[in-house]
Nanobody
């Protein structure tokens, strides 16, 4: 199995910053990409940012210019630096990876349990 463990959530005032970290462990043959998603109360889970092992990044329009994703392929980690946080950024943030457990295994989605980010106004 592949396990993802997030850290770094918490309570911050609007305009503040937080950094989320995630580490993937377990039986990992290869990782295609790592990403952060979020789910606010009453809303669907949405992609926040994704980074491939080649370094290509994708951001949700709502976070462009404020959030930055980075990864360490050797350590199977991904960080999300969040600046100028807004109350609308309040959500549970989930780490995600698309990984293969062996050379013959298909690429599959794996999820962390999530970390709560609360931005007060």
């Amino acid at each position: 199995q592949v396990q993802l463990v997030e850290s770094g959530g918490g309570l911050v005032q609007a305009g503040g910053s937080l950094r989320l970290s995630c580490v993937a462990s377990g039986t990992i043959f290869s990782i295609n990409a790592m990403a952060w998603y979020r789910q606010a109360p009453g809303k669907q889970r949405e992609l926040v940012a994704r980074i491939t092992t080649g370094g290509s990044t994708v951001y949700a329009d709502s976070v462009k210019g404020r959030f930055s994703i980075s990864g360490d392929n050797a350590k199977n980690t991904v960080d999300l630096r969040m600046n100028v946080l807004k109350p609308d950024d309040t959500a549970v943030y989930y780490c995600n990876t698309v990984a293969r457990r062996s050379i013959r295994a298909p690429a599959e989605d794996y999820w962390g349990k999530g970390t709560l980010v609360t931005v007060s106004s």
